[in-house]
């Protein structure tokens, strides 16, 4: 009679549904299979997380795998490999993943929020310059909410009626198309606006 070690677990790893981008915490989950005939075991667990050129990103343990917004770049193809290794045993199991990072949406915001302004107030200050790129935003900026205004974005402006949000603002009595200039802050003549 030869004695047999138990096999070890079959092991698979579960992505969320993409797009995966740096703007968003990722978790990679596990999950073991032991044999029907076997005896569970405890398992360690051990992640690796590496770009496409083999560099390590980022490492952990356990069942879990958690990515926080920042550490991927968008456009990076990423390799996930998790080890599970039986407690006391040399046998062990390995499940491989890889994923692309997109590109995350650009966040446009104004300053000061929601307001409303009359025509008596001939010039309105609109300010974006707490809008920004995650893309180009630090990890610890990210987690925090704290990501400062990007020089790079172009900022482009434009008007809509308060009752139908599909149809643009126009100049006062030439019934034109508002147009405004391009600029992260800019000052607009609302006097001169058919917005009713």
Not at 2 to 8: A, D, E, Q, T
Not at 49 to 54: E, H, P, S
Not at 145 to 155: H, I, S
Request: aromatic residues 6%; proline residues 5%; contains cysteine.
């Amino acid at each position: 009679i030869i004695r047999r070690g138990w096999p070890p677990p079959l092991l698979s790893m579960d992505l969320p549904p993409p797009p995966y981008t740096t703007d968003k915490t990722i978790f990679l989950n596990s999950q073991a299979q032991f044999s029907a005939c076997g005896q569970r075991a405890s398992l360690g667990m051990t992640w690796t997380l590496q770009d496409r050129v083999g560099t390590l990103v980022l490492a952990g343990s356990g069942s879990t795998l958690k990515i926080n917004p920042g550490i991927l770049k968008a456009g990076e193809t990423y390799r996930a490999k998790l080890v599970a290794r039986l407690t006391g045993s040399d046998l062990s199991s390995t499940a491989l993943r890889s994923f692309k990072v997109a590109e995350s949406n650009l966040v446009a915001a104004v300053a000061g929020g929601l307001r409303a302004v009359s025509r008596s107030n001939a010039l309105l200050t609109l300010d974006a310059s707490p809008s920004y790129d995650p893309d180009a935003c630090l990890s610890e900026a990210l987690i925090a909410g704290t990501c400062t205004a990007d020089a790079n974005l172009d900022v482009a402006w434009m008007c809509a009626r308060a009752s139908d949000r599909h149809r643009a603002c126009r100049s006062r009595g030439t019934g034109a198309i508002a147009t405004f200039e391009s600029g992260t802050v800019i000052s607009v003549d609302i006097s001169a606006l058919d917005v009713d």
